[in-house]
């Protein structure tokens, strides 16, 4: 398994994964996103992947979810990810919070790869929100 970074110019290089997506990467934020960026992204994108199938599977359907991810870093350079707290928004018609609470647990503590590989660098907690659309 591998992927390949090729250095573009200045902080910028092309990234493409095994199975051959590309994406930019500049560390001075100038044209893209920067790499740790885009660990975060990783972050909320696998968390909340696993909060829609754990929901799924409850039987609820999912409308809708977003996941914002705030974050603190360290004060000394170099200036390292210290928390990360994720704040899942479902819209779905009958869902109850435990439900979601359920679902954000059971990813951050079992099933989310990134979160269990970031954890112990990374206090990660999460809050729960619902939109009934009707």
């Not at 200045?10 to 740790?36: H, M, R, Y």
């Not at 754990?54 to 200036?79: A, F, K, S």
Request: aromatic share 6%.
């Amino acid at each position: 398994m591998s992927i390949k970074v090729n250095w573009k110019k200045d902080c910028q290089f092309n990234v493409v994964t095994e199975k051959g997506f590309e994406l930019t990467v500049d560390a001075d934020s100038e044209i893209a996103p920067c790499p740790t960026e885009l660990l975060l992204s990783a972050l909320g994108s696998c968390s909340a992947t696993d909060v829609v199938m754990g929901l799924q599977q409850q039987g609820v359907e999912v409308q809708g979810l977003t996941n914002t991810v705030t974050y603190t870093l360290t004060e000394q350079e170099p200036r390292l990810y210290k928390s990360a707290n994720l704040h899942f928004t479902v819209t779905a018609k009958n869902v109850s919070e435990e439900q979601i609470k359920t679902a954000a647990d059971n990813a951050i503590q079992k099933y989310c790869h990134v979160c269990l590989m970031l954890q112990p660098a990374i206090a990660l907690s999460y809050t729960v929100a619902m939109i009934n659309p009707y």
